[in-house]
Antibody
Framework: EVQLVESGGGLIQPGGSLRLSCAAS????????MTWVRQAPGKGLEWVSV???????YYAASVRGRFTSSRDNSKNTLYLQVNSLRAEDTAVYFC?????????????WGQGTMVTVSS | DIQMTQSPSSLSASVGDRVTITCRAS??????LNWYQQKPGKAPKLLIY???SLQSGVSLRFSGSGSGTDFTLSINSLQPQDFATYYC?????????FGQGTKVEIK
């Protein structure tokens, strides 16, 4: 079965760090473009980052310099290192796969992991 | 960044109605437009990609159209399971921005 399972969220103080994980099964992470999307409580979807199959990355301006996307090919797992956390980073974080077509839509999503930034 | 604007932000409809949601891009994006459905507490689900292609397994009641800057998502014969929030997303360039969402509620 093709699926993504996130973990690593939790309650963290402002300025703190977390590493979110996204374990894939049924397909190879390194062969795909992998994306992080977040959703603040009661708000819409916000695109966060992408890691391309060649390992290059791109980030939303709101997280650039604080968040880092990476992957471990041996574990078929995607990561999002989130540093210098702020209250406005409180959200459910989803990982998702971009379709291997010209449309680049997000066809496979994880269930999400909640990050709460609060003192 | 490309701005995506959906309208309306919310709507009330009855079972059996036909519903149309629009999405406008701040610049031309060709057909690089995708639609997602999200229910409370769940991950989004891809409905339509490349503006008008139905994702595998998605009901034929859903359809998409448009190109350039103006797009629509239509739902024929609204069913109870269709009450949800719908988002458009451009995949023309990075960052791949989303619309603000349209909540479809039961009248």
């Amino acid at each position: 079965e093709v699926q993504l399972v996130e973990s690593g969220g939790g309650l963290i103080q402002p300025g703190g760090s977390l590493r979110l994980s996204c374990a894939a099964s049924g397909f190879i992470v390194s062969n795909n473009y992998m994306t992080w999307v977040r959703q603040a409580p009661g708000k819409g979807l916000e695109w966060v980052s992408v890691i391309y199959s060649d390992g290059s990355t791109y980030y939303a301006a709101s997280v650039r310099g604080r968040f880092t996307s990476s992957r471990d090919n041996s574990k078929n797992t995607l990561y999002l290192q989130v540093n210098s956390l702020r209250a406005e980073d409180t959200a459910v974080y989803f990982c998702a796969r971009e379709m291997a077509t010209s449309s680049d839509a997000l066809d496979i999503w994880g269930q999400g992991t909640m990050v709460t930034v609060s003192s | 960044d490309i701005q995506m604007t959906q309208s309306p932000s919310s709507l009330s409809a009855s079972v059996g109605d036909r519903v149309t949601i629009t999405c406008r891009a701040s610049q031309s994006i060709g057909k690089y437009l995708n639609w997602y459905q999200q229910k409370p507490g769940k991950a989004p689900k891809l409905l339509i990609y490349a503006a008008s292609s139905l994702q595998s397994g998605v009901s034929l009641r859903f359809s998409g159209s448009g190109s350039g800057t103006d797009f629509t998502l239509s739902i024929n014969s609204l069913q109870p399971q269709d009450f949800a929030t719908y988002y458009c997303q451009q995949s023309y360039n990075t960052p791949r921005t989303f619309g603000q969402g349209t909540k479809v509620e039961i009248k």
